[in-house]
């Protein structure tokens, strides 16, 4: 059974910090792309970050320069660093593995950030 299990987000104020956590189990976690991905009420999941096997990484604009993504695969963890917290940055973030040549793509129940000014 595939579970992605995320931690570490909370309440922080504008210009702090927080490291998100994803561990991984029941899949062959160092084959998979890793991501982080964010939804607010009202709108559309939206990549974060992403990481893939190899250890590329491609962030969206909005991020870019303050949040890092990073991976584990010993620890079977993926993490995502993020600095200078806005208030646009509040959202439930989700960790997500996949394997397109398979097909398979997996989600985390999703953690709760929430950046107060």
């Known amino acids: 059974q595939v579970q992605l299990v995320e931690s570490g987000g909370g309440l922080v104020q504008s210009g702090g910090s927080l490291r998100l956590s994803c561990v991984a189990s029941?899949?062959?976690?160092?084959?998979?792309?890793m991501g982080w991905y964010r939804q607010a009420p009202g709108n559309q999941r939206d990549l974060v970050a992403t990481?893939?096997?190899?250890?590329?990484?491609n962030y969206a604009d909005s991020v870019k320069d303050r949040f890092t993504i990073s991976r584990d695969n010993i620890k079977k963890t993926v993490y995502l660093q993020m600095n200078s917290l806005k208030q646009e940055d509040t959202a439930v973030y989700y960790c997500?593995?996949?394997?397109?040549?398979?097909?398979?793509?997996?989600w985390g129940q999703g953690t709760q950030v929430t950046v107060s000014s």
């Open positions: 997500k593995a996949a394997l397109p040549i398979a097909d398979l793509h997996y």
């Open positions: 029941g899949i062959t976690f160092s084959g998979y792309a």
């Open positions: 990481i893939t096997a190899s250890g590329s990484t």
